[in-house]
């Protein structure tokens, strides 16, 4: 072979090898781009199946509101430092969609209420739904009056919601518990507190709020405390549910002029326990177990009988025991008042309950009256009152609840409302009576004003029926503190 032919073979082999090299890369080139396609493809549909994952860990299934899971994950990433609220709604009567038009009627509706309450919610507050027809809204950065202007705002947007099933519109009505978010609380302790507000709202009858503060609080935690049932039973059956009494005074002449009869439950152990360990697993949980205490009530009375003519027993009565009565108008009376003296007997009705059911509580208190027995508002000052409607109530006497009485002298602070009372006390003609007067400085202040029937430790503590007698019978009325006559 020629020098050239070898040359001409060489450069075939160097040519044909690079040929070879190029369709090798460009094979490699084209397997590498079908891979890196084939891997955005791949990614795209992991990243779609992750939102479509995301979406339905954060969602709720049904609506548009935000799912119970990511609620927890929310409340985690926010600092809760006292400034958050959480709102907590439920349908009224829900089920009744779900039974009369059926489930599809009813998720429509949830979803329609739902997309309404998600538009309505402003920047800092997230719409979740919890299952069924409850729905929850975290609130950052608010105040307890604001929360409940939000969720005033809320139970509206409910209201207004309505579906057309068939031509016929379908609606309901909310309940809302309205609770601040303390400082390093956690999720479940958010919603608990909600829940008890809301809890409260259903209690009144629903298409209501509430907020856990004050009252629902307070019940709140009594309940949480509360016997069983069955330990009540027990009790009331070994009678060792029974009453203290406190005497209330004129404060002119120093006498006593009537004794509020308080239940205490005198354990076996000797500890006297207050009814707000109680009277709630008692009256909630078997209404009539209280009636047997009206045997007890009426020995009060006629021990105290020989007082006076007008010495009376003032016998407190829950609203919740008159509305779990099977009785009702005249029956529901005689039950009540049983044997006592209507003449003597007063029957204490806290202000609260007197305003949650107005129509009832005026009946109830008209047919009272009727029989001579007299009527006290209690508690005046604690609920949504105000002196408007309290004239559309007829009462023989008004309590002024102990948180008005207790600043009275170090601040002018309560002097105003209980001025404004006592006048119109004077025009209506009702009696008014100061509770929890623990200073000399508050009862001056009272005095002074004109209340001059007062009830509170300084006058005298809760104390065994035989206790009050002995000394109210023996004349040694004002024995804790010098009563003095007005100027
Ligand atoms: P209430 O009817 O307003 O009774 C007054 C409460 O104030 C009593 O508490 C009494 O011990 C307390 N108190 C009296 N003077 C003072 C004072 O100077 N300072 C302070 N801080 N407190 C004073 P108690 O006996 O614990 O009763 C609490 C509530 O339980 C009563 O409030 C009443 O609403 C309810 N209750 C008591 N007995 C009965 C009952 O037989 N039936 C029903 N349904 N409720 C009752
Ligand atoms: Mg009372
Ligand atoms: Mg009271």
């Known amino acids: 072979m020629t020098s050239f032919n070898t040359a001409l073979v060489l450069l075939t082999l160097v040519g044909l090898g690079c040929a070879a090299a190029a369709l090798y890369f460009a094979i490699r080139a084209d397997r590498l781009k079908s891979q890196l396609l084939d891997l955005r493809d791949r990614l795209a549909t992991t990243s779609r199946e992750n ?3 995301m979406h339905m860990v954060e969602y709720d299934d049904l609506t548009s509101a935000r799912s119970r899971r990511y609620m927890r994950e ?13 709102i907590f709604m439920d349908l009224d009567n829900f089920k009744s969609v779900n039974d009369g038009f059926g489930h599809r009627a009813g998720d429509t509706l949830l979803r329609a209420i739902a997309d309404g309450l998600r538009k309505a919610c402003k920047e800092g507050e997230v719409l979740f739904r919890l299952g069924g027809d409850e729905f929850c809204v975290f609130l950052e950065n608010t105040s307890v009056p604001e929360a409940v202007e939000r969720a005033k705002a809320f139970v509206a947007i409910v209201s207004d919601c ?3 099933i068939d031509g016929v519109q379908v609606r309901r009505t909310a309940s809302a518990g309205v609770a601040r978010i303390d400082k390093g609380q956690d999720l479940v ?3 608990y507190y909600a829940d008890e507000a809301l809890y409260a709202a259903k209690q009144s009858g629903g298409n209501a709020l509430r907020v856990t503060e004050g009252e629902t609080l307070r019940s709140m935690i009594a309940r949480r405390t509360s016997p069983r049932p069955e330990d009540m039973a027990e009790a009331i059956r070994r009678e060792e549910v029974t009453y203290f009494v406190q005497p209330i005074f004129d404060t002119r002449i120093g006498k006593a002029v009537g004794v509020e009869a308080l239940i205490r439950w005198v354990r076996s152990d000797g500890r006297v326990l207050l009814p707000e360990k109680f009277l709630d ?3 909630g949980n078997q209404a009539r177990q209280i009636i047997p205490s009206v045997r007890a009530t009426s020995n009060i009375s006629t021990q105290f009988a020989g007082l006076g003519d007008r010495f009376y027993c003032a016998f407190n009565i829950s609203s919740r025991f008159l509305e779990a009565s099977a009785l009702e108008g005249s029956d529901l009376i005689d039950d009540l008042i049983g044997d006592l003296d209507p003449a003597r007997t007063v029957l204490e009705l806290v202000e609260n309950a007197a305003i949650q059911n107005i129509e009832k509580t005026r009946y109830l208190l008209d047919l009272l009256r009727e029989r001579g027995v007299r009527v006290a508002l209690d508690d005046f000052g604690t609920g949504m009152s105000n002196l408007h409607w309290l004239s559309s109530l007829n009462v023989d006497m008004v309590k002024i609840d102990k ?3 207790r600043g009275l002298g170090e601040t002018g602070k309560d002097t105003s409302i209980l001025r404004a009372l006592h006048s119109m006390s004077q025009s209506m003609g009702f009696d008014v009576i100061a509770e929890g007067v623990e200073t000399e400085a508050s009862l001056e202040v009272l005095q002074e004003i004109g209340i001059y029937t007062a009830q509170g430790y300084l006058l005298g503590r809760p104390e065994r029926p035989d206790f009050w007698h002995a000394r109210l019978s023996q004349g040694m009325d004002g024995i804790s503190s010098p009563m003095r006559r007005p100027a």
């Open 51 to 53: 939102k479509r994952l």
């Open 74 to 86: 929310l409340f985690a990433s926010k600092p809760q430092d006292g400034k958050n609220a959480m």
């Open 162 to 164: 309505r579906i057309d």
């Open 189 to 191: 302790g958010a919603l």
């Open 281 to 283: 697993a008692m009256i």
């Open 403 to 405: 948180s008005f009485v």
